[in-house]
């Protein structure tokens, strides 16, 4: 439903400023509580914030207004990626529990940053100014270059960092550039007005618009890991704190990907022909590049930074059809991916410790027999992450290569078959080192968390039933995404 509302209506923000309330808070007992009480408290505050965030976003659904002079949307498509962004907070903040007294990482710090990220993703994906996307994005991308340095012992920590702030620093020089272009043909930085500005007779196509667009390309494919734009995502994702790198590999690029279709479905889809087009080849060059260098990592932390440059190739094949009803298989994909995802790095934590990650592929060797309920969950994450049936991660890939075929892009509905099929070999390699190899050198005893199995029992139980009762909440995405139609 439509609602008339004054321009300043603080009551639609309300997740947005319980998640502000909350960061500050734990910022505040970072620098004045005791520090061996500051991780548990900070830990606590940001829990509780984000369940009361995802509680009042609930309220928000079939709620369509413009508020702050059409700054800041709230409808079900944002709603949707607020959830989803809350639904990681979640996961994250509480695998972090243990993990960050573990790696003696700064707990109250953490978790603010860990907020402030949360709180750029969810300013992303409400936004429909190019200023206010922006400023999401810049909110949540400062949080998390300070989020990867935050092992101050690593120093593949601090290169991971360095390395993120200054291609990110980069790839948002693009972002801006492509902005001002855009803005320089059409005389708009509102995308609804970019878009009846596009529409009427007095707009002409020129290639300084061409070029802003390809630009915006640029920046959000930096966002979302896809190539060739992904050369930061191997070294980040293996140098970050692993809670930080599940936070990355999901929350980060489904706010990518929100940020990424409201501009080009609002803005751009009357230039469908011409970005679907640089949009086919990135697909087909992310899935092939990202499963193929995956093939040879004998790290798996490594292994699935590439798995997550392939999975982000696979969105973009619903992305390159231009049809928002198809691209429902999108929001439902990045449901899905969050929980393989997080699921997964959730067992590469449980089988580090302090002084060493043990993520080589010979630390799973003979994990089923020492500890077959973890070894029995990371197959479950990793045959959803290559798409065996009847885990959601097949049902994920299933509506995206069906609306491709539906859509007549048959050889891309190709090319992302044949990378399913290369992605199960490196995925199996795993599960076979579980299951069929004797463990070697010293074996050390995991580190288990009740907050560990939660995480891991919640993921499992999200793959099952969404790859079982998929309608329902692929419903929701198509509801979500009909506010483009």
């Known amino acids: 439903m439509v609602v008339r509302i004054p321009e300043l209506a603080f009551g639609f923000i309300i997740p947005e400023i319980i998640i502000t309330v909350s960061a500050i808070v734990a910022l505040l007992l970072a620098a004045f509580g005791k520090r061996a009480a500051t991780g548990t408290l900070a830990g606590a505050v940001a829990l509780i914030g984000t369940g009361l965030a995802m509680i ?19 409808d079900n498509f944002g709603t949707f990626f607020k959830g989803l962004a809350l639904i990681v907070s979640l996961l994250v903040t509480l695998l972090s529990l243990r993990y960050v007294e573990r790696e003696d990482i700064v707990r109250g710090e953490y978790y603010s940053l860990l907020l402030f990220g949360v709180l750029g993703m969810m300013i992303m994906v409400s936004s429909t100014h190019f200023i206010t996307i922006f400023i999401g994005l810049e909110v949540m991308s400062i949080a998390v270059y300070v989020l990867c340095g935050l092992l101050s012992d690593n120093a593949r920590s601090a290169e991971a960092s360095l390395k993120y702030f200054l291609l990110g620093a980069f790839a948002t020089a693009f972002l801006l550039y492509g902005m001002a272009l855009v803005y320089a043909t059409t005389g708009a930085l509102d995308i609804r007005d970019i878009a009846g500005h596009v529409a009427s007779r007095k707009f002409y196509l020129t290639p300084m618009f061409m070029i802003g667009m390809a630009l915006l390309i640029v920046g959000f494919g930096f966002k979302t890991a896809s190539v060739p734009f992904h050369m930061w995502t191997p070294d980040v994702y293996q140098g970050a704190p692993t809670s930080i790198t599940a936070y990355m590999a999901t929350g980060i690029k489904a706010a990518a990907f929100g940020a990424f279709l409201r501009v080009f479905y609002t803005a751009f889809l009357p230039f469908q022909a011409e970005w679907s087009s640089i949009l086919w080849l990135i697909a087909v060059a992310t899935m092939t590049l990202g499963n193929i260098t995956a093939l040879v990592q004998d790290d798996v932390k490594r292994m699935l930074a590439y798995s997550s440059i392939a999975h982000a190739g696979y969105i973009l094949i619903a992305f390159v059809i231009g049809d928002p009803f198809a691209s429902s298989s999108i929001l439902y994909y990045c449901l899905v991916y969050t929980f393989m995802n997080v699921g997964a790095f959730t067992v590469v ?10 993520t080589g592929i010979e630390s799973y060797a003979g994990l089923a027999g020492r500890h077959p309920l973890v070894a029995l969950a990371m197959t479950i994450f990793l045959l959803s992450l290559a798409g065996m049936p009847p885990l959601a991660g097949f049902m994920g890939k299933f509506y995206v290569l069906s609306a491709a075929v539906k859509a007549k892009y048959y050889w891309l509905a190709v090319f992302g078959v044949l990378n399913s099929v290369v992605a199960a070999y490196y995925y199996l390699r795993v599960v076979m080192a579980m299951y069929f190899r004797e463990p070697s050198g010293d074996l050390r005893r995991p580190d288990f968390s009740p907050a560990y199995s939660i995480v891991i029992a919640v993921s499992v139980w999200a793959l099952f039933h969404m790859g079982l009762f998929p309608r329902d909440f692929l419903l929701i995405a198509r509801k979500s995404i009909s506010v483009f139609m």
């Open 349 to 358: 934590i449980i089988l580090g410790q302090k002084d060493q990650e043990n």
């Open 56 to 74: 009042f976003t609930f309220f928000l659904w079939d709620i369509q207004v413009n508020i702050f002079n059409n700054l800041y949307t709230i």
